[in-house]
């Protein structure tokens, strides 16, 4: 019988996702050494290919059945917000936690076509768990999310070692609101946190001029199933949808084996998830999922 919370099982409990046995079985899911410099030079990697279409399928099935509010294992997601946007007119789905509802959501962790990705932009180092995110936009009036760069939001952890993998459920275009980035902004430092369902440009007023210069965003349009790696201080961000298709996508946010608390506070809202400042990240909610070679 399922478990009912799956982050106890730090292994795959399905067949929809490739099993690996040995090393040789990540092969085919290496980057090339072209696609790691363009990450490192401009801060993303793009038209990654994670699923197949009959996975991303299961995957839209499941998140149909955990927006329910009344769905059982509710109490599970770390957040809920069937709408984040502070504009009344828009809707943006926003929520954290669904890895440990349903067996599609949770070995999408594992899938080599991932892990192996992951691995390679974090320099070649094991690859371990820090969250997972679905962000829906429904046709005619999805929300933005504003321009931020993820690390602002994990300032609680150290050292910045981190990684956001974004995988599209739906075909990403600039119609229904795909992700943007702003190539090379991973070299400006970390600026300040600001409200992620808000005003669309309130982090430019943090730039200076020539990094205002610098702002010509470029858009990620991919097919489902399909994805964009960044670097945690990336500029990214996406506006509405009001084209006649939703836009749903999953993310996946990792970070690289040996990684810290920084804060002695709750690492993840809506749990009692604790690890003192200075101690390793790991255990029940922080699964390894990928070993390097050492």
């Known amino acids: 019988m ?7 099982c730090h292994f795959p409990v399905s067949d929809i996702f490739k099993k690996v046995m040995t090393k040789s079985d990540f092969e085919p899911f290496k980057l090339s050494s072209e696609q790691v410099e363009h990450f490192h030079e401009f801060g993303y990697l793009t038209n990654v290919k994670i699923f197949e279409e009959e ?10 059945e955990i927006a329910d509010p009344s769905h059982p294992k509710h109490d599970l997601f770390y957040e809920f917000h069937n709408n984040q946007s502070t504009d009344p007119d828009t809707v943006l ?48 009036h999805g929300g933005v999310v504003a321009w931020h760069q993820d690390y602002s939001y994990w300032i609680r952890t150290i050292p910045m070692q981190h990684l956001t993998c974004w995988i599209g459920l739906d075909n990403a275009t600039t119609e229904n609101g795909c992700l943007n980035y702003i190539p090379g902004s991973h070299k400006w430092g970390l600026l300040k946190r600001l409200e992620l369902g808000g005003e669309m440009e309130a982090i430019f007023e943090q730039l200076t001029e020539e990094q205002q210069a610098q702002i ?9 199933g399909h994805a964009c790696f960044h670097h945690p201080l990336m500029l990214h961000g996406s506006f509405e949808n009001k084209s006649q298709h939703s836009r749903r996508a999953l993310v996946l946010n990792v970070f690289a084996d040996g990684t810290q608390s920084n804060s002695d506070d709750v690492m993840l809202r809506g749990t009692n998830i604790n690890i003192p400042k200075g101690q390793k990240m790991d255990g029940k909610f922080f699964p390894l999922l990928y070993q390097a070679n050492n």
Do not use: Y
């Open 93 to 140: 789905f926003h929520s954290l936690g669904h890895w440990r509802m349903t067996p599609g959501f949770h070995d999408a962790l594992w899938n080599p076509a991932f892990t192996q990705a992951a691995s390679q932009l974090l320099g070649d180092k094991s690859v371990r768990f820090w969250h997972d995110q679905l962000f829906c936009k429904p046709a005619n």
């Open 55 to 64: 996975q991303v399928d299961i995957l839209r099935q499941e998140l149909t």
């Open 216 to 224: 010509k965003p470029v858009p990620m349009e991919l097919k489902k």
């Open 2 to 8: 399922q478990k009912r919370d799956l982050a106890d």
